[in-house]
């Protein structure tokens, strides 16, 4: 390294074995002015020696144009590797509270209206679909009633008679006490056959069902399959969703029936061991609680339950983002957003048909 007539010379090598003391030497002349740089005489030069000379002219606010010399070697490593023209990027200023809400509700507003078009294409498609086939595989309704009713029967069938197990124990703890052992059959028949026999069916068919329904579109949707089938001028939710739509409606009751009937026979096995009542008194009791209304209400929420189920699984399957990881994304929401839903049309059943002013 050279000081002459305000020029600082580096030659030889420029490379990062030589820049610790380069760097050392520019420090002790720093105090002398300091107007171009000479690098014409450097033989080497590598990525080190490039920040280095970013770094000279920082601290010297030495113009590239006008004050710095380079030979052909330094120039090419120098528009390769500096850092000196990366743009500085502006942090984006974040937007206030009142256009994240303003935005917030434009997105809803659109949610709204893309839920609204496709539940009105898979009402009207499943409906034409009773009477014309046209646009559906032969035999996806029975495949699909498999997978949604057979499959998932085992399940249900176990965790129902947990449940009635449990209710059954748990109530008969309490009404021994005051000799009201008969009164676990009304219990039993009625919790069972109007809230958790369809509840729990749902809650199961969401998790092992909605989940299904909607990593198949998602997956379809990612792989351009959903385009290929526009394409050939099918479309896709006579061909996609509308059989899962005719299957749940078929099974549902059946398996809300199977799932009742398990609990209320979990109930059964308490009363007789636990509480000393004879199967045919229980049986009795509960044929005497039982409506015709309450088997109705029952059956009848369970619909509306398996239609969420879908509609939820095919909104998230089709409105999906993203690769893979964006089919696992939709796939729990559409989990999550079918229980939510499952649990609030419950609700506001029990509102409807229960609540007395």
């Not at 109530?171 to 729990?200: W, Y």
């Not at 050939?232 to 969703?241: A, F, T």
């Amino acid at each position: 390294m050279q000081y002459k007539d305000n020029k600082l010379i580096i030659t030889g090598k420029l490379t990062k074995q030589t820049v610790p003391a380069l760097y050392t030497e520019f420090l002790e002349l720093k105090a002398d002015p300091i107007n171009n740089l000479d690098f014409q005489d450097v033989t080497q030069v590598d990525s080190a020696g490039i920040a280095f000379i970013d770094e000279l002219m920082q601290q010297l606010k030495i113009d590239e144009k006008s004050a710095l010399k380079m030979n052909e070697i330094v120039k090419t490593a120098y528009i390769t590797f500096t850092s000196g023209k990366t743009p500085n990027v502006i942090p984006e200023k974040k937007a206030d509270i009142f256009t994240r809400f303003g935005s917030y509700i434009l997105d809803f507003v659109s949610s709204f209206q893309n839920g609204l078009y496709l539940l009105s294409d898979i009402f009207f498609w499943s409906f034409v679909g009773i009477f014309n086939r046209k646009g559906q595989r032969r035999g996806s309704i029975i495949q699909q009633a498999l997978f949604i009713g057979v499959d998932a029967l085992g399940i249900i069938a176990l965790l129902s008679m947990i449940l009635g197990l449990i209710l059954a124990l748990q109530s008969a703890a309490q009404l021994r006490q005051f000799g009201a052992n008969i009164f676990v059959a009304d219990l039993m028949g009625v919790s069972m056959v109007t809230e958790m026999g369809p509840i729990l069916t749902a809650i199961i068919l969401a998790g092992r069902s909605g989940s299904s329904i909607a990593s198949e579109i998602a997956t379809m949707k990612v792989t351009e399959e959903i385009d290929a089938l526009k394409m050939m001028g099918i479309d896709p939710i006579r061909y996609v969703v509308v059989p899962k739509f005719h299957a749940i409606t078929i099974c549902i009751p059946l398996l809300v029936t199977a799932s009742t009937l398990i609990g209320i026979f979990g109930g059964l096995i308490i009363a007789v061991t636990y509480l000393d009542l004879s199967a045919t008194v229980f049986i009795n009791r509960v044929f005497d609680v039982l409506t015709l209304r309450d088997a109705l209400i029952g059956l009848g929420k369970s619909f509306f339950f398996a239609w969420v189920i879908v509609i939820i699984g095919s909104y998230y399957g089709f409105n999906v983002k993203g690769g893979a990881e964006g089919v696992g994304k939709v796939t729990t929401q559409a989990v999550v957003a079918s229980i939510f839903w499952v649990i609030i049309l419950d609700a506001i059943n029990s509102l409807i048909f229960y609540f007395k002013i």
